[in-house]
């Protein structure tokens, strides 16, 4: 992590955060569009549906091509793609026209966020993958951040469009980037066959290993739960905390730095073989904040208990991506980030529509509070596995490269 591979890692992640930070704007922008002409907020949900589905959807049937195709290559195409794509949004005012490019986006997003992962290994080292991780995590937390400030200080100066440019500019460097850093991860022997038997092979490996298969189905049980948050928070701000605008803006920040203080402080110091109860840690974390920081509605109180659940949010996830590159084999590890991505994904639209109805029903703070106590429940269930589990060991039979296989040593 230190000289030559560590500017090359801090280049690329710089790269990433940027992009995550015109993802961000066009979010806030697209947004703000639709609102100021009128649209409902069945059109705005349509908007973020549209940009996370095919996460979900695309992810794991496109996901071959990830494994077949050199990474970086992969990563710089699709990039400027991308580019393009978000250079149509600028002037493209029809929301059904609007939502057809998002889901471009999106579609592009699901090859090149697991391309990227499989990237960061050719960079750091098997032994540095899990500080390369955190450190793209990291400065994608920091994208997020300046994110829609930058897109709300661009509109109120000019218009919606100049925010969407800029979107676009960030997909160009990202591109431009990966084509000068010259970063390569060429296909590993064994990652061909038919079409859907590779996708099948992305879900059998991550099914096949029983603390895989336990993690990802308990984060993405405690997901469902856990993402009533984003629709609850704002009642329980400003209905239970009775707080004004700027304390909104300063809790849903306080959730953003969590994440960004958990990426560069706690994980890259985490080790590999603790990464299983890391998730049950986070879990429980994630749970507890939510719970009693909705049942006691104090603004002191809430800013700790945002700041919190983005710590966790980040080591859950984090989690996930070390567990995969330690027990995934290479081949066909581009289609277990894929699958794995869809499965959370998919869990974190569950909950979103989740939040609608539970927020209806209970209010702000009773909606956190089963947010809380279901995301408790489903880590602790997970829990007897996990715990026992360590990331490298254990890995069945089959699931590890073909050259480790022949290690006596791994026999």
């Given at each position: 992590?230190?000289?030559?591979?560590?500017?090359?890692?801090?280049?690329?992640?710089?790269?990433?955060?940027?992009?995550?930070?015109?993802?961000?704007?066009?979010?806030?922008?697209?947004?703000?569009?639709?609102?100021?002409?009128?649209?409902?907020?069945?059109?705005?949900?349509?908007?973020?549906?549209?940009?996370?589905?095919?996460?979900?959807?695309?992810?794991?049937?496109?996901?071959?091509?990830?494994?077949?195709?050199?990474?970086?290559?992969?990563?710089?195409?699709?990039?400027?793609?991308?580019?393009?794509?978000?250079?149509?949004?600028?002037?493209?005012?029809?929301?059904?026209?609007?939502?057809?490019?998002?889901?471009?986006?999106?579609?592009?997003?699901?090859?090149?966020?697991?391309?990227?992962?499989?990237?960061?290994?050719?960079?750091?080292?098997?032994?540095?993958?899990?500080?390369?991780?955190?450190?793209?995590?990291?400065?994608?937390?920091?994208?997020?951040?300046?994110?829609?400030?930058?897109?709300?200080?661009?509109?109120?100066?000019?218009?919606?469009?100049?925010?969407?440019?800029?979107?676009?500019?960030?997909?160009?460097?990202?591109?431009?980037?990966?084509?000068?850093?010259?970063?390569?991860?060429?296909?590993?022997?064994?990652?061909?066959?038919?079409?859907?038997?590779?996708?099948?092979?992305?879900?059998?490996?991550?099914?096949?290993?029983?603390?895989?298969?336990?993690?990802?189905?308990?984060?993405?049980?405690?997901?469902?739960?856990?993402?009533?948050?984003?629709?609850?928070?704002?009642?329980?701000?400003?209905?239970?905390l009775d707080v004004s605008g700027t304390g909104y803006g300063l809790l849903v920040s306080a959730h953003t730095v969590g994440m960004l203080a958990s990426a560069t402080l706690i994980a890259p110091r985490v080790p590999l073989e603790w990464?299983?109860?890391?998730?049950?840690?986070?879990?429980?974390?994630?749970?507890?904040?939510?719970?009693?920081?909705?049942?006691?509605?104090?603004?002191?109180?809430?800013?700790?208990?945002?700041?919190?659940?983005?710590?966790?949010?980040?080591?859950?996830?984090?989690?996930?991506?070390?567990?995969?590159?330690?027990?995934?084999?290479?081949?066909?590890?581009?289609?277990?980030?894929?699958?794995?991505?869809?499965?959370?994904?998919?869990?974190?639209?569950?909950?979103?529509?989740?939040?609608?109805?539970?927020?209806?029903?209970?209010?702000?703070?009773?909606?956190?509070?089963?947010?809380?106590?279901?995301?408790?429940?489903?880590?602790?269930?997970?829990?007897?596995?996990?715990?026992?589990?360590?990331?490298?060991?254990?890995?069945?039979?089959?699931?590890?490269?073909?050259?480790?296989?022949?290690?006596?040593?791994?026999?």
């Open positions: 992590m230190l000289g030559k591979r560590g500017a090359v890692l801090t280049v690329l992640a710089a790269a990433y955060g940027l992009s995550s930070m015109g993802d961000q704007m066009a979010i806030v922008s697209l947004t703000l569009r639709l609102h100021d002409e009128g649209h409902s907020g069945v059109a705005v949900s349509a908007l973020v549906i549209a940009g996370v589905l095919p996460l979900v959807v695309v992810g794991p049937l496109a996901a071959p091509l990830v494994d077949r195709v050199e990474s970086g290559r992969l990563v710089v195409a699709v990039t400027a793609l991308q580019a393009l794509v978000s250079a149509g949004l600028v002037f493209v005012t029809d929301l059904a026209l609007t939502l057809v490019l998002l889901v471009l986006l999106g579609a592009g997003l699901a090859l090149a966020s697991p391309a990227l992962l499989l990237l960061v290994p050719q960079i750091t080292g098997d032994d540095g993958t899990a500080r390369g991780y955190a450190r793209l995590d990291a400065f994608r937390s920091t994208g997020n951040v300046a994110g829609p400030a930058l897109a709300g200080a661009l509109i109120a100066v000019s218009d919606v469009r100049v925010a969407l440019l800029a979107n676009t500019a960030t997909f160009a460097v990202m591109a431009v980037v990966l084509s000068f850093l010259g970063v390569r991860r060429e296909p590993v022997q064994g990652a061909g066959g038919s079409w859907p038997a590779q996708v099948r092979e992305g879900v059998r490996v991550l099914g096949g290993d029983r603390l895989l298969r336990t993690a990802i189905l308990a984060l993405a049980s405690a997901i469902v739960f856990t993402a009533v948050l984003s629709v609850a928070r704002v009642f329980f701000i400003r209905d239970d990464q299983p109860r890391v998730l049950v840690g986070a879990g429980v974390l994630m749970g507890a904040s939510l719970a009693v920081g909705a049942a006691v509605p104090v603004f002191a109180l809430a800013v700790v208990s945002f700041f919190l659940t983005g710590v966790a949010n980040s080591l859950q996830g984090l989690a996930i991506r070390n567990l995969i590159h330690a027990r995934v084999p290479e081949q066909v590890r581009g289609r277990a980030f894929a699958t794995s991505g869809a499965t959370l994904n998919g869990a974190n639209l569950a909950g979103t529509a989740l939040g609608g109805p539970a927020t209806a029903l209970l209010g702000g703070a009773g909606a956190l509070e089963l947010a809380g106590a279901g995301t408790l429940l489903a880590t602790l269930a997970g829990s007897p596995v996990l715990l026992r589990g360590r990331a490298g060991a254990d890995v069945p039979r089959g699931s590890q490269a073909p050259e480790r296989a022949a290690d006596p040593a791994q026999e």
